[in-house]
């Protein structure tokens, strides 16, 4: 029988503020992204706050290649609210939210789907690496996203707005993981926040 994404995160997760905090930002971010450089559906929505809810249940294995662990911990326990071609598609998104980028000649999944959705899975796991960079130390410190779509130059830009303005945090681990969201959106990106 098939889990719903909540019951593999209880199942599969001791902790699971950090999951939700990395849904919220991910979410934020796709609903920026999707108002203000490339519109994308509710149905992506929903593949993506399911990954980043599941982003790191591989960890219930082993925190090495724990992204690798999630996906398979998806893929054999199926996702209830997904037909097969989503459940695979999120399996997906969760991997490459941390490690190698996605290789359709060196990863057997992510070789199989069709052009479409390989460019769905590079927005929606660049989105998730992001989300995940921004909350790597685990302590909610992001208010609220905006972004800014240079469109003559090509750059993404994402400003945050840290819960406590006296304080900004560390985000050099999302401005290292930008890379695949680059990738997907084909522009450049520069993180940073407001009124810096």
């Known amino acids: 029988m098939k889990l719903r994404t909540e019951d593999i ?33 509710l149905k992506d929505r929903k593949l993506l706050e399911s990954a980043a809810l599941l982003h790191d249940i591989g960890y219930y294995v082993e925190a090495k290649s724990h992204n690798k662990h999630s996906q398979q911990i998806i893929l054999e326990n199926g996702l209830d609210e997904f037909s097969l071609h989503e459940t695979e598609m999120i399996a997906c998104i969760a991997r490459y939210h941390r490690g190698s980028l996605p290789n359709k000649q060196k990863h057997e999944l992510y070789g199989n789907f069709e052009k479409k959705d390989r460019k769905k ?26 972004i800014n779509y240079d469109e003559d130059n090509n750059i993404i830009e994402i400003y945050l707005t840290p819960n406590t303005p006296e304080f900004l945090p560390d985000i050099t681990v999302a401005i290292r993981k930008r890379d695949l969201l680059e990738i997907g959106f084909k522009s450049q990106s520069v993180i940073k926040f407001t009124g810096i």
Do not use: Q, Y
């Open 9 to 41: 995160l209880a199942k599969f997760s001791n902790d699971v503020s950090h999951p939700k905090e990395v849904r919220r930002i991910a979410l934020m971010l796709f609903d920026e992204l999707s108002k203000n450089v490339k519109g994308m559906s």
């Open 121 to 146: 899975i590079k927005r929606l796991a660049g989105i998730l690496r992001i989300a995940d960079g921004l909350d790597s130390g685990h302590l909610a410190v992001i208010k609220d996203i905006t």
